[in-house]
């Protein structure tokens, strides 16, 4: 299954599509652990509210959590 592409082109925390976006985000982050992102250039506000919280908790998770999910490039 192909991760789903979020485009946050144009989007502002609180503008109308934010909600949507960061919903999306948050879904293909479970589902998948990672997103696909469509943007011209994430500034550090719209970076730091998209991804800051979610970022920091897996970098907080121990080390055995992280090992848990490994994967491979390639055949």
Known sequence: ???PKVDLRGLKPGTPGW???RTAV???MVAHGCVV???GALGPE???AL???AMREVFE???EAKQRSVS????
């Open 19 to 21: 909600e949507e976006a």
């Open 1 to 3: 299954m192909a991760n």
């Open 46 to 48: 719209l970076r730091e």
């Open 37 to 39: 992102v469509a943007h």
């Open 26 to 28: 948050t879904a293909s």
């Open 61 to 63: 998770l121990p080390a």
């Open 72 to 75: 491979t490039v390639g055949p």
């Open 51 to 53: 991804f800051g919280h």
